[in-house]
């Protein structure tokens, strides 16, 4: 009896999730969701599960736009931060993590080129990026438009979060509810974003040890 009544209560505390879903699905969530992902990432937050909370929320190309507006004004926010705020912070949590001691070096001296490719390569957390970001001698104008480079992570893992969605209703597909041709379409997209994705980063990661060997060659 007490175990039946404490999944009752859990059950009873969870009631407000779904309303808040379904508010989130709506234009105005879709505008709240925003700030939201800008506060995660400006936090440091990894914001994976928030992209693909996205992408479950609003499919694969709103869900990339919303993350990626967010994205860029967390990323903004966190930047300045690490150039006039939080420098010495960051410079005593950058000694934590030597590869991106080097990335601050490479970046002052390459700029927007260093910024894209490391914007591109899985290899380097975005979060804490923006901080060593501001620390570099790199122009603002450069870091922004290096944020291009996480378009392609950015569609993924919203296209990952819609194909989760999709994976929930899949009972639909299977009861004849559903079309079989739009969900084999979907993944087979996703399939498709994974390649390109993981192609970029390897050409990136490639490019960087290229830079890094030049780098070492001319230091």
Same mark, same amino acid.
């Given at each position: ?153 950015? *569609?993924?893992?919203? %296209?990952?979060? !819609? #194909? =989760?969605?999709?994976?929930?209703? $899949?009972? /639909? ?26 192609? *970029?980063?390897?050409? %990136?990661?490639? !490019? #960087? =040890?290229?830079?890094?060997?030049? $780098?070492? /060659?001319?230091?």
């Amino acid at each position: 009896m007490v175990a039946s009544g404490g999944v009752e209560h859990m059950i009873e505390g969870m009631s407000w999730f779904e309303p808040l879903m379904l508010w989130l699905r709506s234009p105005l969530g879709g505008l709240v969701f925003i700030p939201l992902y800008a506060v995660w990432v400006t936090l440091l937050l990894p914001g994976v599960w928030a992209s693909m909370l996205a992408g479950a929320l609003y499919g694969t190309w709103w869900g990339s736009l919303i993350v990626f507006v967010g994205a860029c004004l967390g990323a903004e926010a966190a930047f300045l931060l690490g150039r006039y705020w939080l420098r010495d912070w960051t410079s005593k949590r950058l000694t934590q993590y030597p590869k991106l001691q080097a990335v601050e070096r490479a970046v002052s001296r390459e700029g927007l080129k260093l910024v894209l490719l490391t914007r591109l390569s899985p290899a380097f957390p975005f979060s804490l990026l923006n901080l060593v970001y501001g620390l570099s001698e790199v122009s603002l104008r450069d870091y922004n438009i290096g944020l291009i480079g996480i378009l392609p992570g950015t *569609v993924l893992f919203c %296209a990952l979060g !819609a #194909l =989760a969605g999709d994976a929930a209703r $899949f009972g /639909e597909v299977l009861a004849g509810e559903a079309s079989a041709q739009a969900w084999i379409l979907r993944v087979v997209g996703v399939l498709a974003t994974v390649a390109v994705v993981w192609l *970029v980063g390897r050409a %990136a990661q490639r !490019a #960087l =040890a290229d830079e890094k060997t030049s $780098f070492n /060659e001319n230091a």
